[in-house]
């Protein structure tokens, strides 16, 4: 019996990620971190090509996050070339990514090694050429390391990992279980509607640009926490009104 048309399996090849970002994408350094530079998107780019590009076994295309620079992790590596006392000599994690920028500037600043966590297969080839074109060494874990014991590790940096309610809750027991055994956690955040603000002590402002808004729109500040231990906390984690 042949194939239903909605049956018919799709046979297209499944485009090659780090092949596909350095011949479509632009290496550009990061507003507000001149000190860095990103393979980024652009309206010419074709970055749907890549990101529904998928043969027969592959999942659902995930949004191509990685390919921007959010404010959280902009804020936060600003931060941390501001203060590289942070991180010398220190074992870092950058939690959630993406391009790689928290990481980046982690070991520009003195880090003795850096690992950053990234699920998405697009994201991990952008974040190993990211790391290289900036001349820095990381190494990428690209499963889902949230559900488990943290790496050993002396500071987590999480920029943007409370954008949505799911992403927020499942976040946080990781988080916690990383500050039961001592290990420290910066936050980086617009303010989006997802922060355990009651467990959240303010270090430092910075105006970025965040991913979503024009070019020519007034720059926000954005914040770099640190996150203080349960017993802190007062309120559970809610939308802002």
Not at 5 to 21: M, N
Not at 31 to 40: F, G, K, R, S, V
Not at 84 to 109: H, W
């Amino acid at each position: 019996m042949g194939l239903a048309k909605d049956d018919t399996p799709d046979r297209r090849p499944r485009l090659d990620p780090a092949e596909f970002i350095k011949a479509n994408m632009r290496l550009t350094s990061v507003p507000a971190l001149p000190e860095i530079w990103l393979y980024t998107a652009h309206p010419s780019s074709g970055l749907r090509r890549l990101v529904e590009g998928h043969d027969a076994d592959s999942q659902e295309p995930q949004p191509p996050y990685w390919a921007y620079a959010w404010a959280g992790g902009a804020v936060l590596a600003r931060y941390v070339l501001d203060h590289p006392e942070i991180v010398a000599g220190r074992r870092v994690l950058d939690l959630g990514a993406g391009s790689g920028i928290v990481g980046i500037a982690a070991g520009k600043a003195g880090a003795c090694e850096v690992i950053a966590a990234e699920v998405d297969r697009n994201g991990v080839a952008s974040l190993a050429l990211n790391a290289a074109a900036n001349g820095v060494t990381i190494t990428i874990m690209g499963n889902d390391i949230t559900t488990g014991p943290p790496p050993a590790v002396d500071l987590v940096l999480a920029g943007d990992v409370f954008y949505g309610q799911g992403v927020a809750l499942g976040m946080m027991p990781f988080l916690d279980r990383c500050l039961a055994v001592g290990i420290e956690v910066l936050v980086g955040d617009p303010g989006r509607a997802y922060l355990p603000r009651s467990r959240l002590r303010l270090l430092a402002e910075y105006k970025v640009p965040d991913f979503g808004e024009a070019e020519d729109a007034a720059l926000k500040p954005s914040a770099v926490f640190r996150l203080q231990p349960e017993q802190y906390a007062a309120l559970p984690i809610r939308p802002s009104p």
